[in-house]
């Protein structure tokens, strides 16, 4: 496993933007694939985007299309989400998370054998 640890966590208004990062511990960043998922009060945690190893393949889900981009630099063993256009509904805690797996393609909480702490986004309306 890899020690990763979320910060840029905050609140913000509708419409506004924040940049998350997730910072890895170890010497294999480069070998998982990278993912972001959110949990909100109440509800399960769900994907929201992954990014491979090289960072050339990304997958998002639908509801942060167009909105949220994410973003690697393996010198920095660092993972980007650089969320725009926040809505109110994009209120949870994010976590990033990392993956072994080879393909990005229809990866799920399993696939994902490390996780951060989590960081609180709030969006008021």
């Known amino acids: 496993q890899v020690q990763l640890v979320e910060s840029g966590g905050g609140l913000v208004q509708a419409g506004g933007s924040l940049r998350l990062s997730c910072a890895a511990s170890?010497?294999?960043?480069?070998?998982?694939?990278m993912g972001w998922f959110r949990q909100a009060p109440g509800k399960e945690r769900e994907f929201v985007t992954v990014?491979?190893?090289?960072?050339?393949?990304?997958t998002y889900a639908e509801s942060v299309k167009g909105r949220f981009t994410i973003s690697r630099d393996n010198t920095k063993n660092t993972v980007y989400l650089q969320m725009n256009n926040l809505k109110p509904e994009d209120t949870a805690v994010y976590y990033c998370?990392?993956?072994?797996?080879?393909?990005?393609?229809?990866?799920?909480?399993?696939?994902?054998?490390?996780w951060g702490q989590g960081t609180q986004v709030t969006v008021s309306s």
């Open positions: 170890g010497r294999t960043f480069s070998s998982y694939a």
């Open positions: 990014i491979s190893r090289s960072g050339v393949s990304t």
């Open positions: 998370a990392a993956s072994s797996r080879f393909r990005i393609e229809g990866l799920g909480d399993a696939d994902f054998h490390s």
